[in-house]
């Protein structure tokens, strides 16, 4: 027997009904035992909860895992755990905490065929995809690892000749950490590596749907030298969340809340928060439009549609969600596109490699955008590619044309592979649209005119903008929206800055 079969630790299978014949196998979930956890993490032990909630594969919806069901009791003992630990982590030198934040991106690193199959099982995203995601997570262990010993105050000249101005940057305190599903990993590291680079320790509650990847971290944590009581994971089910929630955004011991999710959730905790008055950075819903100008590149135009509609079949904030294309190009770009999903889109299980396109999330998803679907054909719209959901919550890959701007699909964010093509015919006509929402996470054009790109880049209401490119993130530069698609900035430079308060500090009396 080899040392991995010894290690394999729960072995799940099932077969995907509805799918092609080549398709159907059986899928069984493979991963080093260690990183398999199922306990909740909380200062620095594996703890139970009284019960336990199913971890499911969304493709086949077998049980993956049964994980502790955290309660409020379990919250607070994380949050009293990691108060406790700050009153050192704070202490310990940025260079040490440097060391450990590296040491945890090497281990990740080490594991990443591991936990690129944690997501796969448990959130449906094509292994190539979750792959990437692990290079992606990892990469803000690495960044803010070097971000932790760049950390300068400010000695400000001062009007007084016997007083001098500093400015000494200090880490907030406790951050709850609140994720989604959709990057299980990424997610938790984006804010998790800046918060303990700043000195911050942290308690995690991840998705329902995903908490054996934020489980994995804890043990690479643990393994890494991460002391106890800085990195404390509580998982809990959907029916436990708001009470776990409560906890999280309303502990006085509490500084900081750090959310990814929706807009509505987003709502809701920072209520919550306003009692305490705590520092909150809100990554939340977005509703990207994507321009095609009449002088783009058309075959680049076409790829960037391709990376940004369809990864993780569509359930990304930053995925182009209104397909707005000029006149001149429209019946091109519509024909071209066409026959790249028909060329590139592969339905199927995450872990076949043959995959782009896994399951979305759970039937509610599914049906969401069928919804969609239904109304934009109920107003006009022309069904060009797939249009039908699959059993299960698998979705066919979507082209609609003739679309207009009073359609559902325009109007809110899809969360699935529908591609909805809108005519226009001046530049003002498409910022007006694109600007036309609450929302302004991401944007994307394609344009050859370098004054219109100028334009439209400063134009475009969103936090984010992709010019003549459809694949943005990465830990160098900021990640965050405008209007009600949140508040502050992950990775980058400012990324730390959200777990920093500055204080003030005269130094006066100096006799000049
Ligand atoms: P969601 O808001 O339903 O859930 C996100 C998290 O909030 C989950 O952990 C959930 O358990 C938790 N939650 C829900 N109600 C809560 C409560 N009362 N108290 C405490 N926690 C609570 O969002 P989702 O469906 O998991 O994710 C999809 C949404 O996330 C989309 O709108 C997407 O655009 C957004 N998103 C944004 C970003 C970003 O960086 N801006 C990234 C990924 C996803």
Not at 65 to 90: H, I, L, M, N, T
Not at 199 to 205: A, E, N
Not at 234 to 245: D, I, M, W, Y
Not at 411 to 434: H, I, Q, S, Y
Request: hydrophobic share 40%; charged share 20%; with cysteine.
């Amino acid at each position: 027997m080899s040392l991995r079969t010894s290690l394999l630790l729960r072995q799940v299978s099932a077969r995907l009904p509805g799918l092609p014949a080549a398709m159907q196998r059986l899928y069984s979930l493979d991963v080093a035992a260690p990183l398999l956890r199922t306990q909740g993490y909380l200062g620095g032990r594996w703890v139970s909860a009284g019960s336990e909630f199913p971890v499911l594969d969304p493709a086949t919806g077998q049980e993956l895992a049964r994980v502790a069901d955290c309660g409020p009791a379990e919250a607070k003992r994380a949050v009293d755990a990691a108060y406790e630990a700050f009153q050192s982590w704070k202490q310990v030198t940025a260079k040490e905490r440097s060391v450990l934040l590296r040491k945890w991106f090497d281990l990740m690193t080490l594991h990443k065929d591991d936990l690129a199959k944690l997501i796969t099982f448990e959130c449906g995203k094509p292994l190539r995809e979750s792959l990437g995601e692990i290079s992606y997570s990892a990469s803000f262990m690495e960044w803010f690892s070097e971000e932790a010993r760049r950390v300068y105050g400010d000695i400000v000249p001062s009007p007084a000749r016997d007083r001098k101005i500093l400015l000494l940057k200090q880490p907030v305190g406790v951050a709850s950490i609140i994720t989604p599903w959709n990057f299980p990993s990424a997610m938790i590291t984006r804010k998790v590596g800046a918060a303990l680079a700043a000195g911050c320790t942290v308690v995690v509650k991840p998705a329902e749907d995903t908490p054996l990847s934020a489980l994995a971290l804890a043990e690479l944590a643990e393994q890494a030298g991460i002391p106890a009581g800085v990195f404390n994971v509580v998982p809990c089910s959907r029916e436990k969340t708001p009470a776990v929630g409560k906890v999280l955004c309303t502990d006085p011991l509490v500084a900081k809340i750090s959310f990814t999710g929706s807009t509505a959730t987003g709502k809701i905790l920072l209520k919550m928060a306003a009692d305490t008055v705590k520092k909150a950075s809100m990554e939340l819903g977005g509703h990207a439009p994507f321009i095609v100008f009449d002088s783009a590149d058309i075959d680049e135009a076409v790829k960037g549609a391709m990376a940004s509609k369809f990864r993780n079949s569509g359930q990304t904030c930053v995925c182009s969600n209104r397909f707005l294309v000029q006149s001149g190009v429209y019946e091109r770009f519509l024909d071209r596109l066409g026959r790249a999903m028909d060329e590139e889109l592969r339905i199927g299980h995450g872990s076949e490699p043959e995959t782009t396109q896994g399951p979305l999330i759970n039937a509610r998803a599914a049906e969401k955008v069928s919804q969609q679907i239904s109304d934009a054909v109920s107003r006009g719209a022309k069904v060009l590619r797939g249009g039908n959901r699959l059993h299960g919550s698998f979705m066919e890959p979507t082209l609609l044309s003739d679309v207009t701007a009073e359609m559902l699909c325009t109007r809110e964010e899809t969360f699935g592979p529908l591609v909805p093509v809108l005519r226009f015919n001046t530049e003002d006509e498409a910022l007006a649209v694109a600007n036309a929402s609450n929302v302004g996470l991401a944007g994307y054009f394609y344009s050859q005119d370098l004054a219109q790109i100028w334009r439209v880049a400063e134009a475009l209401e969103v936090g984010i903008v992709g010019v003549n490119e459809g694949l943005l993130s990465t830990p160098e530069a900021t990640f965050g929206g405008v209007k009600q698609s949140g508040l502050g900035r992950e990775g980058s430079k400012y990324g730390i800055e959200e777990y920093l308060d500055v204080k003030y500090m005269c130094l006066g009396g100096l006799r000049p």
